[in-house]
């Protein structure tokens, strides 16, 4: 791969998804960006190249899903000399319960482009042996090591192995490999929405209460953080904590509990501040809450992907959650 690393990458840079078919191609693309609609896994759901922009309104990277290859009838050869013309990389989809991968490997061979092998069907080959077998045939056929990951997307779970995928192609598209990892959290995010919601709900409910919420909007806030923590399956230790905090900035940390102060007293107001300064303090209290939880997820995921994101991206991702917090119940 380092042998025939583009210098430059190109603004759009085109990935070539090449395979046979039903080997997962568009599922695979569709796993990466939520584009496309997979077919059942067995028969052809690209008849003819696909072109996925992502993101589609200012596209970072360009997948070219080809035709499969190995279809009766179906003569390849003008489509892969346009795909070869067009792309920058390759990623080569093989099912590993599918022995015949001749078609694919004999374009490989010849191809000069970086590639990057992506076998599929790791729910289908459960055995580790099975597995070793399966990638030993594919390098034989190819006659050369390349670059490989194991991926598992059954029709109707979680796809795993997307994360090997993207550090193999920070190698050689380090922008492309950039923006799919921010689709994947936001992605991950979305699982965990429901989480960050009931502690939000749960503080903004509490402060409703004059003088409660010192104790029960921090505890709230505290109890979401250790939840997330699980659900991405980092140990969130004190100095981790500090992390966090320095990454989300002292300054914001800091207008947090000064505002949360604040509105303790204004509650204490007779008639409007028991009345207006409560249900303000109520909407306040769950705003901060799932902008926090929102950063936080972000965090925990760079963390447990080893690439935590830089303070400017959390502090974009806690303000933008900021302002959309009052859809965020919807």
Known sequence: ??????????????LWVLGKTGAGKTALVRALTGLGHPGDGFSPTTRQAQVYD??????????L???GLGEAGYDPAADLT?????????????????????????VLRRLKLPVLLVHTGGDLVANPHAQDRARSHVRALIGRDLPAVTLSMPPDGLVTGIEGLLDALDSFLPHAGAALRRADEARSFQRLRKIVLRYAIAAGASDAVPFAGIATVPAAQGAMLNALARAHRVDLTPARLGLLASALGTGALLRIGAGHLVRQGIKLVPVAGQTLGAAAAAGTSFATTYALGRAASAW??????????????LRGLYDQALKGAGHASG
Do not use: C, H, I, K
């Open 65 to 67: 899903d080809t035709r």
């Open 82 to 106: 346009a795909a070869e013309g067009q792309a920058q990389a390759v990623l080569a989809v093989m099912r590993l319960d599918d022995p015949v991968q001749q078609p694919v490997t004999e």
């Open 300 to 313: 925990l995921y760079g963390v447990a992907q080893g690439a935590p994101p830089d303070r400017a991206a």
């Open 1 to 14: 791969m380092a042998e025939t690393q583009q210098t430059v990458e190109p603004a759009v840079p085109v």
């Open 54 to 63: 992502f993101p589609p309104e200012a596209p970072v990277v360009r997948f």
